[in-house]
């Protein structure tokens, strides 16, 4: 058979010239991807191999003047469970979703009972439904718990999942179904956490995905620190992470609060406003050496009318009309214009004192027949008539320089706070364009506190710096920035004025705010134990037609050796009067110079108290540490132990000496916390695995679980405390930080209070 050449070598051919080509395709591509498109398969490589992620630092902490943590990050969990399995296979499918259901529907009860005794606020019955639905759902992913109503968060009101602690997590592990890994997940999540739960909250701020107000907000490129930049590269079919740019975490930001003296003015202030049926109210406690802000309090009554609750920060924006305190401002920069004397005065005809038709200024205490007041006893008074006589009669001609004035004492003045929520004051000025100045109608008004609205801050400052003999500071929130416990950057207290007036015209100012508690308008509030200097005021205002009184009573203590400063403002329906604010500041003022147990031993006993005070049961080992920092003998079983830590007993008098005896018990029992105070009734009560609820305030009287029963931990007890324990032969003065009970203000003290305006 003859070869067929002619049919077979074209095909040939044509087949070899088509590998040919191919060949020549391929090593032309190989070229291009090897030099032109080197570049792009380059980043293709790179892109599999390769990731680039950030890495987020921790935010720092905020923290009180004694280091004490006010805001820290803390991780949480949300906690989800799966229902339907993940496994691929379907031998795996079927033999993993078998053990969670057997260990779901044989266990349910004792899951619902377990998660009810972590969480006693979940009800087991919807639980169990809810649980029901999301199995029969066969849902992936299903949050733990039921969706809950956020409280602090903002906004207020949306949905989110129950976050849980790692001490809860832990519980929970414990559980049937709960305990296998691959049906329930716990993520992790970095939430803000305030120690001291809402305490001075409007101050602090919030931060929840983001810083949103108050210190959080100001100081957010402090706390929030830098990221750090990392990639992933795969060698030799590993992944190794390397750092291309290292984190930096945020810096600890210390703040001049106090926490101890931040409690004592919000419990005092809450007191007071649910005792007068207050609508609002605000308090400032300021050190008068460096004008550090120790306390700052704003609360407002909640919208269902019980309690009350942080609103907006009114100590730095309410912007509000000062009433009376603004009057000695006014005598202040009329002395030292030399204008006036301390001596001179004006004879005053009646209540009512017509500066035009239809322009009139009142007081509130009737004045028989036309008298002679001076200075003194105008502030003392709190005299409208006398004090817009006078203002009048040396600045009717040139009512810009007592506007000036103002300004130059420190009143006015623009602090330039760092935090946000500050207004700077406003007063009527006849250069101000946004409003018609009628000099006989705005004048009066202004120097009995009318025609201006200023914050507080501003109020208490100038009043600190009174005490200050005219050394005014602008007000410190922060002390500095810290890391790892050193401090990086310090903020040293900056002056004001060097001098807000002469020297004689701050003592006379200081002898009237001295006389106004001894003799005058709050003589009903002086304190036995504290002497302390200030002002009343009341400004009247109508909202939505019904009349409020903004009252404050605002000064500093001791009076001889100022140490804080204070305002305490509210506003209520009428009739109100700035004495009322008074008995705060006194409550106040004696519960922090208790607190102070350098000036503890200095406070005035009443006739026949014992000079050992009251000493309740608890913590013995800081009753002795109280009793020795006061000089007071005592005898005590235990001397001293490793970390302080708490050894719980009882006192007893033997003699004149506290003796202060161990209590024995064991951690199976519950404990005898009668007679404890409350901060270490729930200590104790707490370790132990109990759940504390607390009724009133005060001491603990009852206990709902008795003494001996055997311990189970999640077991809720409740704790029954006395307001006030009258014991026979007692003192009146309490230990720290309770303050000395005071009577309450007596008719004449609410009548002489009236003039305040």
């Not at 008298?371 to 040139?398: A, C, F, P, R």
Request: hydrophobic fraction near 35%; proline fraction near 6%; charged fraction near 20%.
């Amino acid at each position: 058979m003859n070869f067929p050449s002619k049919k077979i070598m074209p095909r040939f051919s044509l087949i070899s010239i088509l590998f040919i080509l191919a060949c020549a395709a391929v090593v032309v591509k190989a070229f291009c991807v090897m030099t032109i498109e080197r570049k792009e398969w380059n980043e293709k490589r790179k892109a599999h191999t390769y990731r680039e992620y950030s890495i987020s630092p921790l935010r720092g902490d905020i923290l009180a003047s004694d280091g004490r943590i006010l805001a820290t990050m803390m991780p949480q969990y949300d906690v989800t469970i799966d229902f339907c399995t993940y496994e691929r296979t379907r031998k795996t499918i079927l033999d993993d979703q078998h053990r969670r259901d057997t260990a779901y529907l044989n266990h349910k009860d004792e899951i619902v009972a377990g998660v009810h005794q972590i969480f006693p606020d979940i009800d087991t019955v919807k639980y169990n439904k809810y649980l029901d639905s999301c199995f029969y759902a066969r849902g992936r992913g299903c949050p733990a718990f039921p969706q809950q109503v956020s409280t602090i968060s903002y906004p207020r009101g949306q949905k989110r999942n129950r976050l849980v602690t790692y001490m809860q997590l832990c519980e929970l592990r414990k559980l049937p179904l709960f305990k296998y890994r691959s049906s329930v997940g716990a993520h992790e999540v970095k939430v803000r956490n305030m120690p001291h739960g809402r305490l001075a909250g409007l101050t602090i701020g919030l931060f929840k995905d983001s810083a949103r107000y108050g210190i959080e907000k100001t100081y957010d490129s402090i706390l929030a620190g830098k990221p750090g930049r990392c990639h992933n590269e795969k060698v030799r079919n590993r992944i190794m992470s390397v750092v291309d740019q290292p984190v930096e975490n945020g810096l600890d930001v210390m703040t001049t609060l106090d926490i101890d003296m931040q409690d004592i003015c919000h419990q005092t202030l809450v007191d007071e406003m649910m005792r007068l049926n207050a609508d609002s109210g605000n308090c400032i406690l300021m050190d008068v050496t460096n004008g550090d802000v120790k306390a700052i309090v704003s609360l407002r009554k909640r919208k269902n009318g019980q309690g009350y609750e942080e609103g907006v920060n009114y100590s730095l924006c309410g912007m509000q009309m000062p009433g009376s305190v603004f009057k000695p401002c006014s005598f202040m920069v009329a002395m030292d214009d030399g204008r006036i004397k301390m001596t001179d005065g004006v004879t005053i005809q009646s209540t009512v004192h017509t500066f035009s038709p239809g322009n009139s200024i009142k007081d509130d205490h009737a004045i028989k027949g036309a008298k002679w007041q001076n200075v003194l006893q105008i502030i003392e008074g709190s005299l409208n008539t006398g004090t817009s006589i006078m203002i009048w009669n040396h600045y009717k001609d040139d009512p810009q320089a007592f506007i000036d004035g103002v300004e130059r004492v420190g009143m006015s003045a623009d602090l330039k706070l760092p935090l946000r929520a500050y207004h700077k004051p406003y007063v009527a000025s006849p250069k101000d364009k946004r409003r018609h100045w009628a000099n006989v109608w705005d004048l009066p008004r202004l120097s009995i506190g009318y025609s201006s609205q200023i914050p507080p801050i501003n109020i208490v400052n100038f009043y600190a710096g009174i005490a200050n003999n005219g050394k005014l500071f602008y007000p410190r929130f922060i002390k500095g920035y810290m890391k790892n416990g050193q401090m990086v950057q310090e903020f040293p207290p900056q002056v004001l004025r060097k001098q807000m007036a002469k020297p004689e015209v701050i003592a006379y100012m200081q002898d009237a705010l001295r006389a106004v508690v001894q003799t005058g308008t709050a003589h009903g509030a002086a304190s036995k134990y504290v002497p302390f200097s200030g002002k009343t005021g009341t400004a009247n205002m109508r909202i939505q037609g019904i009349r409020y009184n903004n009252v404050t009573f605002v000064g500093y203590f001791p009076s001889y050796q100022p140490r804080y400063a204070l305002i305490v403002n509210m506003q209520k329906p009428s009739p109100a009067y700035g004495n009322m604010c008074a008995h705060a500041f006194r409550i106040i003022a004696e519960r922090i110079m208790a607190r102070n147990q350098g000036q503890r031993n200095k406070l005035e006993m009443p006739e026949g108290s014992s000079q050992v005070p009251y000493l309740q049961a608890g913590n013995i080992m800081a009753t002795s540490r109280s009793l020795q920092s006061l000089g007071i003998p005592f005898i005590c079983e235990v001397q001293k132990t490793a970390n302080n830590v708490p050894v719980w007993g009882r006192p007893q008098m033997d003699a004149t000496e506290p003796h202060l005896m161990k209590t024995e018990s064991t951690d199976s029992v519950v404990p005898d916390v009668t007679g404890y105070g409350l901060r270490d009734a729930v200590y104790r009560l707490e370790s132990l695995g109990l759940r504390v609820q607390v009724k009133g305030q005060g001491t603990v009287v009852l206990q709902s679980l008795a003494a001996g029963t055997t311990i189970k931990k999640g077991t809720r007890i409740t704790l029954t405390l006395s307001n006030e324990r009258k014991k026979k032969n007692k003192p009146v003065a309490p230990a720290a930080p309770k303050a000395p009970a005071a009577a309450p203000s007596t008719p004449s003290a609410a009548k002489s209070a009236g003039s305040a305006v």
